[in-house]
């Protein structure tokens, strides 16, 4: 079944201690990317990338890391986690971001709450 | 920054009328794209539509866009109580990166 699978779905940790949410896909897309979403924010772009070693940064950046090895995995690493980054974390791929364009597949999502 | 901007901010209606959602933006673009989201869960891609389209449809949703507005809306005919959900506009710019950009979205609810 093509998907996109995230892991942890749910993390409850506390300021300061490194954290990765590793994120899969099984469809061979070329283009990855993390969102996290907050109430009445809806979804910003945190990092994405176009292809194996080329990543890029989003909307909103910072405190976040990412890494592109493998076609298939796109982590996303706290290395010293706030608060202000308990939100729900959602990880998408889609084929290609050229023409003729494609649609975005998502992950469940991660909860992840900084105490 | 947010692009995509929707309206209105919530949504309630009876099972059978129809639902249309608004979304603005402010960059020129490459195509936008409507998603469901189902309390919390994923997002479910709905239809994306190119900047050089102006209608699409598929099933019972109907797309427009017009770039001299900057403007999509979103309108789901004879609606079911398993339409009740948030809907997301986004869009990929045309500004050289390749960002995606979501609205604050749509709470759709729909009474049976």
């Known amino acids: 079944e093509a998907q996109v699978t995230q892991n942890p779905r749910y993390l409850i940790t506390v300021t300061g201690k490194k954290l990765t949410v590793t994120c899969s896909q099984n469809m061979n897309h070329e283009y990855m990317s993390w969102y996290r979403q907050d109430p009445g924010l809806g979804l910003r772009q945190i990092y994405y990338?176009?292809?194996?070693?080329?990543?890029d940064k989003g909307d909103v950046p910072e405190g976040y890391k990412v890494s592109r090895k493998e076609k298939r995995n796109f982590p996303l690493i706290l290395e010293s986690p706030s608060p202000n980054q308990t939100s729900l974390y959602f990880c998408?791929?889609?084929?290609?971001?050229?023409?003729?364009?494609?649609?975005?597949?998502f992950g469940p999502g991660t909860r992840l709450t900084v105490l | 920054s947010q692009q995509g901007e929707e309206d209105p901010q919530a949504l309630s209606i009876q099972e059978g009328e129809n639902a249309t959602m608004n979304c603005s933006y402010k960059?020129?673009?490459?195509?936008l794209q409507w998603y469901r989201q189902n309390s919390g869960r994923g997002l479910v891609h709905l239809i994306l539509?190119?900047?050089?389209?102006r209608e699409k449809h598929s099933g019972r949703l109907r797309v427009t866009l017009d770039t001299s507005k900057k403007s999509s809306s979103l309108l789901i005919t004879a609606s079911r109580a398993a339409d009740t959900a948030s809907y997301f506009c986004a869009t990929d710019p045309d500004t050289g990166g390749f960002k995606t950009i979501f609205g604050a979205g749509t709470r759709l609810f729909v009474k049976a």
């Open positions: 990338s176009m292809n194996v070693e080329v990543t």
């Open positions: 960059t020129s673009i490459n195509n």
């Open positions: 539509i190119r900047s050089n389209e």
């Open positions: 998408a791929s889609s084929l290609s971001r050229g023409p003729p364009y494609n649609e975005q597949f």
